[in-house]
Each structure stands twice: as C-alpha cells, then as structure tokens.
C-alpha cells in the first residue's frame, strides 16, 4: 500500500492539515487501515523534500502546517496510478516460506501445517463475509476494501489447497535410520554399509 500516493491523492482536492490526511485515509479505506500520525507527518516531510508538496508556515493556525499539492506531486500521482507494478521476483511470502520450511522438516506434518493455516484463511473470509454484510450501501470505500480482501483470501486458500494436493502426490521420502551415525573412517569418508568392491579386479583389466 502505498500511503505518500494516497497522501497526494488527497491533497488533490484542496490543501489540508496532517491530522485531517490522516482522518480522511482511514475514513476513505473503510477504516481497516489505521494510520500513526507520526507516520503522516514523517511522510508529508519527505514529500516536501522531493517537491511534491508544499507546505506554509502555520503561523495562522496555532502552529499546524497546511499542505498542498505541487506541479511535481500531481505528476508523480498521475504516473503511479497508470503505471502497473513492474515486473519482477515475487515477493517474499511468509506463508509461502513457511510451508517450504515445513516440508523439509522431518519432525513436522506438512498437510497439518497447511490445513492449520487454511482453517485460519477461511474464518477471516467469513469474518469479512459478515462485515461486507453489515456495511451499508453507500459506504463504497468499506465495500472496495472488503471485496479486495475476500478476493486475496480466496486466492490464499486455493493456494493452500493447490500446495497440499502438489504435496500429496509427490513420493515419500525414506524414513530416517534409526541407528547410529556411521562414524568417518581415517581418510575422512563414512563406512559403506553395502559390501565393499574389489578395486584390484579394475586394476587387472
């Protein structure tokens, strides 16, 4: 999410303070994304440095700042929004990082991991289910947050679900020996547990 964009997003509509950009974002987004304010201001302050936004002195109004929105704000805004994300590796995934943990673990049940997170996955989707639900009609932005939300849960447990059967039909690995650990002969090799070859019959030929 990328909040100096929504920043000057807002400020398209007129000038404001950092505490009302901060009111407005998370009134707009349904308020499932709360915002610090010093996070507000630590980014107006970066924008002001690049040029985006301006800000006057806020001698008029007991020392709050006002912000507006710059030639070269309005350019950076526009270009975001019409630029898709670039290509590139994926991002790093928890889950999925998890799960690749998981399965080389011999002490862990990979499925159960999987069936541990995708229980967890389905009861926020219906936790949300129930909040669009509850929204009133006219709270659009609530509405876009949600749907987005529920799509991105549904497209984490399909993942599950498509990670555990791919798991499934894969062969099992060997169990491990429960024996001792061979221990490394003089020349720094294991022991062979198989009979040992004749090397000098391939020295006679």
């Known amino acids: 999410m990328s909040i100096r964009h929504a920043l ?3 400020l398209t509509e007129a000038p404001k303070y950092g505490l009302q950009l901060r ?3 998370e009134a707009r987004t349904g308020e499932v994304w709360p ?3 010093g996070q507000v201001y630590t980014t107006l302050q970066r924008l002001e440095r690049e040029g985006h936004v301006a800000s006057d002195d806020g001698e008029r109004d007991g020392g709050q700042r006002r912000y507006r929105l710059t030639a070269d704000g309005a350019r950076e805004l526009h ?3 019409r630029n898709p994300p670039g290509a590139g590796p994926p991002p790093r995934d928890e889950l999925v990082i998890k799960v690749q943990v998981a ?3 011999p002490t862990v049940d990979v499925h159960e991991i999987l069936q ?3 229980r967890r996955f389905v009861e926020e989707m219906q936790r949300y289910t ?3 639900a509850d929204a009133a009609p006219e709270d659009v932005g609530l509405g876009l947050v949600v749907d987005a939300e529920l799509f991105r849960l549904e497209a984490v447990v399909r993942w599950l679900d498509a990670a555990d059967a791919r798991l499934r039909r894969q ?3 060997p169990p491990l020996s429960a024996g001792p650990v061979a221990a490394p002969d003089d020349a720094g090799r294991d022991h062979p547990t198989g009979p040992v070859p004749d090397r000098r019959a391939g020295a006679r030929r």
């Open 8 to 10: 000057l997003a807002l």
């Open 23 to 25: 009111q407005e974002f």
């Open 35 to 37: 915002l610090n304010v």
């Open 79 to 81: 270009g975001w929004l």
């Open 103 to 105: 399965m080389r673990m």
């Open 116 to 118: 541990v997170h995708r």
């Open 130 to 132: 129930h909040l669009k």
């Open 171 to 173: 062969p099992a690995s």
